[in-house]
């Protein structure tokens, strides 16, 4: 026997708990007409558990995002550090005095630039508020699909079956919907890791996200709640596997050394934990009943962290697409999702091709390009007009947003 959905969404990530939130709070659907289907529904984090090893550094966009669905105002306090500045540097060019940006929400008339945010934390409310709200949650491992513009069949590894108007892949890079739909993806490894961790620091973060660029790839630190930073260390090739086997000392006095002293001394606190890093793109993000989000659809390198954030908008551009169905149009209708996939396509490209080019032109150690973007950062350090447009793209207060002020403009 099958069930019957409107929307069937595969994977009980952000992205997936979001879009069912956002898709139920706009009345695509009603809540019980929405199904989450994961191989495995991670248990809330106790209530006195340390952050966790994973954070984001989130956008406005993606705060007024998770707002709508009601996930933000759930969030502890002490699980969500806004950070008003950012400081960026060239670990080459810096040597020579030059190559720094910094960025300061005052000069953008913003209280903050973003904010780190417990990922743990952040999943699990936003799967907790898609449950409130009467979604669907279904325990089962996906076998296979076949979608079309009126109707979308799901089989579970246990025999279940499902059908619903849309199925939506957000089941991140490794995505089984993506393949079992056939849509293709291309990009490449770039051979980096990311080793991530806590430290504790001799100086304050000031409430400060620092980045440094290495020519074996950016190092951050993003300040937390409780003094402490989040590293996220990406490095090439063999790097990553003799880093995390250095004994505490000698880590912490080439993390120190790494990010040239800024806050003195630093100390890991937590253990390391690595992530592969790679450019990948779905080639269609949408086939007649089916589309894709998050990074189903893309995987950026995340050096801006921006690979969540592009995720939350893909899940409101899509939801604010489909309101627009007109009358009895199905909302697996392929002429409804190619507006999401003309939307959402282009500004992923673009993020993606931004990340890509940064990291290969800051991984660079030659004389000649090292000294054009230590001018470069420096030209942007100097003109205010440069900084405030740079943190507002960041932000995601500029460039064509979904659930803008101005909703009267329904994309066509
Ligand atoms: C080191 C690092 C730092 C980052 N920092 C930031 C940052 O600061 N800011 C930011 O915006 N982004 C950041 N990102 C990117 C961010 O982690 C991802 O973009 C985001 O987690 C993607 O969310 P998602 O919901 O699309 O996919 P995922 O988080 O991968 O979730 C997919 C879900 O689908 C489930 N699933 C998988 N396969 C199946 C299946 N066959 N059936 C059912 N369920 C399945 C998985 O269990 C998982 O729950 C960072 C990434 C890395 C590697």
Known sequence: MSREFDLVIVGAGITGAVLAGLAAARGVCAPERIAIVSDRFPASPNADADWDLRVFALSRASERVLRECGVWQRMRADRIFGYERMCVWDGTGAAH??????????????????????????????????????????EAALHKLAATSTSSHIGLRDGRELRCQLLVGADGTES???????????????????????????????????QRFLPTGPLAFLPLSDGRSSIVWSTVCREPARLSGLDSARFNAELTAAIDGAFGACE???????????????????VPGAALIGDAAHAVHPLAGQGLNLGLLDCAALVEVLCGAAGAQAIGDLRLLRRYERWR??????????????????????????????????????????????????????GDLPFRADRSSQRK
């Not at 409310?125 to 009467?134: E, P, T, Y």
């Not at 992923?348 to 800051?362: C, Q, S, T, V, Y």
């Open 97 to 138: 005095g030059r190559g720094c940006v910094v960025f300061d929400c005052a000069e953008i008339g913003e209280p903050n630039l973003g904010s780190i945010v417990d990922a743990r934390v952040l999943q699990a409310h936003c799967l907790q508020a898609a449950r409130d709200a009467g979604i669907v949650f279904i």
């Open 176 to 210: 089984s919907t993506r393949e079992l739909l056939g849509i293709g993806s291309v990009g490449h490894s770039y051979h980096q890791d990311a080793l991530v961790a806590h430290v504790r620091t001799e100086r304050p973060h000031q409430g400060c996200a620092w």
């Open 268 to 286: 890991i606190v937590t253990p390391i934990a690595g992530f592969p890093l790679k450019l990948q793109y779905a080639v269609n993000y949408v």
């Open 345 to 398: 396509k282009s500004e992923n490209l673009l993020a993606a091709a931004a990340m890509d080019g940064i990291d290969r032109l800051f991984s660079n150690a030659d004389p000649t390009l090292t000294a054009l973007r230590s001018a470069g950062l420096s030209a942007v350090g100097r003109l205010p007009f440069a900084r405030r447009e740079f943190a507002r793209r960041a932000l995601g207060l500029s």
